[in-house]
């Protein structure tokens, strides 16, 4: 028996087959790398408005008497998913997890939120087609991202584009669309069959978001203010969010009719900078050739 042993362990080390073992040596357990505060503010910021939009549903469900506050409920996610790019950017924070998530909170409380609010308002008064308007609105809100999403990563897209969107965006989109509900809110009385004027605006709102129409975002106005107009554009800011505040329906009515009507100015703008950079000369081969990476 010992020589079978011998021979069956005959060529093998001593070494491979117990290995010295010392206390320390044990393996660790494996951790999730941690993650900055900086990178997750701004999330945090972007589930406050994904709760927003939730809670506006809620309150719409409740009845007519909080529809005012479904209303404050969409506007506060607004601004929220306002602050949450420029906070990322501000300290450095952004992420693909970000913007992702963002997209998902901007579906939830720019599509699915005013869909659900305009239908339990007045789109129910014409039963199934008033659904289908729902439906519709809530789906073009996510076609709408879904593009914005694959467009932001095409790295030939022109510099100067960053200052339009294609289409109406979807925050932007939720806001014009309650358009009827403002109306209601400052005492306009509903005529009879209202409810399919309503259903036409929504469904123009839901065209203009998924449409190839370009509007101007303005992401770099205001980057550099003037010294000397500092203190205006303050006062002009103050009561601005005052107005808001106080008169905020007839605020979000003015608001509303005023960018809808902007819009061809914003296209022009569009068209001309579109002209202007087709006739730009081409770069010199010098320089492109410089650009090319060497093999």
Same mark, same amino acid.
């Given at each position: 028996?010992?020589?079978?042993?011998?021979?069956?362990?005959?060529?093998?080390?001593?070494?491979?087959?117990?290995?010295?073992?010392?206390?320390?040596?044990?393996?660790?357990?494996?951790?999730?790398? =941690?993650? #900055?505060?900086?990178?997750?503010? =701004?999330? %945090?910021?972007?589930?406050?408005?994904?709760?927003?939009?939730?809670?506006?549903?809620?309150?719409?469900?409740?009845?007519?008497?909080?529809?005012?506050?479904?209303? &404050?409920?969409?506007?506060?996610?607004?601004?929220?998913?306002?602050?949450?790019?420029?906070? $990322?950017?501000?300290?450095?924070?952004?992420?693909?997890?970000?913007?992702?998530?963002?997209?998902?909170?901007?579906?939830?409380?720019?599509? /699915?939120?005013?869909?659900?609010?305009?239908?339990? &308002?007045?789109?129910?008064?014409? $039963?199934?087609?008033?659904?289908?308007? $729902?439906?519709?609105?809530?789906?073009?809100?996510?076609?709408?991202?879904?593009?914005?999403?694959?467009?932001?990563?095409?790295?030939?897209? +022109?510099?100067?584009?960053?200052?339009?969107?294609?289409?109406? #965006?979807?925050?932007?989109?939720?806001?014009?669309?309650?358009?009827?509900?403002?109306?209601?809110?400052?005492?306009? $009385?509903?005529? #009879?069959?209202?409810?399919?004027?309503?259903?036409?605006?929504?469904?123009?709102?839901?065209?203009?978001?998924?449409?190839?129409?370009?509007? &101007?975002?303005?992401?770099? %106005?205001?980057?550099?203010?003037?010294?000397?107009?500092?203190?205006?554009? %303050?006062?002009?800011?103050?009561?601005?969010?005052?107005?808001?505040?106080?008169?905020?329906?007839?605020?979000?009515? /003015?608001?509303?009719?005023?960018?809808?009507?902007?819009? #061809?100015?914003?296209?022009?703008?569009?068209?001309?900078?579109?002209?202007?950079?087709?006739?730009?000369? +081409?770069?010199?081969?010098?320089?492109?050739?410089?650009?090319?990476?060497?093999?």
């Amino acid at each position: 028996m010992a020589r079978l042993c011998s021979a069956a362990f005959q060529g093998y080390p001593m070494t491979d087959l117990f290995p010295p073992f010392q206390p320390g040596d044990e393996p660790r357990r494996r951790r999730f790398k =941690p993650v #900055p505060i900086r990178v997750l503010l =701004p999330n %945090l910021v972007t589930l406050l408005s994904l709760c927003a939009g939730l809670t506006a549903m809620r309150l719409a469900i409740e009845g007519d008497d909080k529809l005012d506050k479904a209303v &404050y409920a969409i506007l506060i996610a607004a601004v929220l998913d306002g602050l949450d790019g420029r906070l $990322a950017r501000l300290l450095k924070g952004t992420s693909r997890f970000g913007a992702e998530l963002d997209s998902l909170a901007d579906f939830v409380s720019f599509g /699915v939120a005013p869909a659900f609010i305009l239908y339990t &308002y007045g789109l129910k008064d014409i $039963a199934s087609f008033g659904w289908v308007v $729902a439906l519709l609105f809530a789906m073009a809100c996510a076609l709408r991202l879904a593009r914005f999403n694959v467009m932001i990563d095409d790295p030939n897209r +022109p510099e100067w584009k960053k200052n339009f969107f294609v289409g109406i #965006p979807a925050p932007a989109g939720a806001l014009a669309a309650l358009l009827p509900v403002y109306l209601h809110l400052l005492g306009l $009385a509903r005529p #009879p069959g209202f409810a399919f004027v309503e259903a036409c605006y929504a469904l123009f709102v839901a065209l203009m978001m998924v449409s190839q129409i370009p509007t &101007y975002a303005g992401k770099t %106005l205001g980057a550099r203010v003037p010294r000397e107009w500092v203190v205006p554009m %303050l006062l002009v800011l103050a009561l601005f969010i005052f107005m808001i505040v106080v008169h905020t329906f007839i605020m979000l009515t /003015v608001l509303t009719i005023v960018y809808l009507a902007l819009i #061809p100015l914003g296209v022009s703008r569009y068209r001309a900078r579109e002209r202007a950079d087709r006739h730009l000369p +081409p770069p010199a081969p010098a320089e492109s050739a410089a650009a090319e990476p060497s093999l």
